[in-house]
């Protein structure tokens, strides 16, 4: 396992969540500098905590240097420059997670394409930064002239999106197929690490692979469940997580489409977060679901974790959330089977309704009500 020096925010949600970031990555944090801001212009941080870091990266010689902000391809080289260190941001990080989680051959396009854009979005500093005779090794920069360094990173993207058209084109075959055979489709979603792989396993009888590392799902499994004799088909899908730039949620559009056209949204949420994780995480959700065109009329929140909390913790926190007057939640526990079912109960009575009301309002279009 490679060593690394994380440098993050100096809150305790911040750093565990860049902790795990690290753990998915393979990376073992032997020191972490917090700080409160890390958009200095030149570094990311002072010329001060840079020449502490210096003497600490002489004496434990890390492989890496973790800073967990997005940093400017200029920033990323100054910092190299003086550590002698690769230097991954927050955005390389989760890249790096990506292609080790990447099994299925689309969710392998999907990390490349993001892995293109980002390197897209450098190049022209990259090259900028070799024209004026800087070495920038740490940024893996070749002698290619700017235009055709560019044009090239420009033509892997359009063969790798025209490979993930032609694998949305057959996703959109499966849903055309999967309505004319009546099939109701349910969707989970939710932050990373909430226990939707656990909740999916549950709820399908599946043995999927679960994990408390973040990512652990890149690519949508879909399977068939029977709720009261009537059969669903279920979908696991990659898990948000805050600061996720737009144009890596774009690369799994192809994946992430599916919330687009499911019946129903299942959000999973870890409800044993402590009130601010709860609420980063939950806006951060709806964010993202909101940015993949959702409606808040089609989600059912799973409260995962329950058996965890007193009854009364629960209800704290549904009112943090805003989610007394809606009728659409239940606390449940992947891991213990607590109200599995009755989940299940409550979305076959949501698409029933919605049914009902298709029914009787012909021609109407309307999404589910409370």
Known sequence: MKSAILITYDKDDVINEA????DAAGLQVVHIIKQKFLKKPKYGISGGILEKLEEISEKIRPDVIVFDEILKPS???NLASVLHREILDREALILEIFESRASSSESKLQVKLAQLRYEMARAKEKVRLSSMGEQPGFMGIGKFE????????????????????????????HRQGRKKMGFKTISLAGYTSAGKTTLFNKMTGETK???SELFTTLSTTTRRVTINQVPFLISDTVGFISKLPAYMIDAFKSTLEE???????????????????LKKKFSSCMRTLSELGVEK???VYALNKSDLLENSEIEEKIETLNLTDNKKWIPVSAKTGKNTEKLKELIKDILESYDS??????????TYGN
């Open 19 to 22: 902790k795990g970031l690290c």
């Open 75 to 77: 920033q990323n080289y």
């Open 146 to 173: 700017v235009d055709v360094y560019y044009n090239d990173i420009k033509h892997r993207m359009q063969t790798v999106r025209s490979k993930l058209e032609k694998a949305g084109k057959q996703r959109e075959l």
């Open 209 to 211: 692979i679960q994990s």
């Open 259 to 277: 919330l687009g056209h499911t019946d129903i949204i299942i959000v999973v949420i870890d409800i044993s977060d402590s009130l601010f994780e």
């Open 297 to 299: 009329d089609r989600m």
């Open 357 to 366: 009301y298709q029914f009787e309002n012909k021609g109407i279009e309307k």
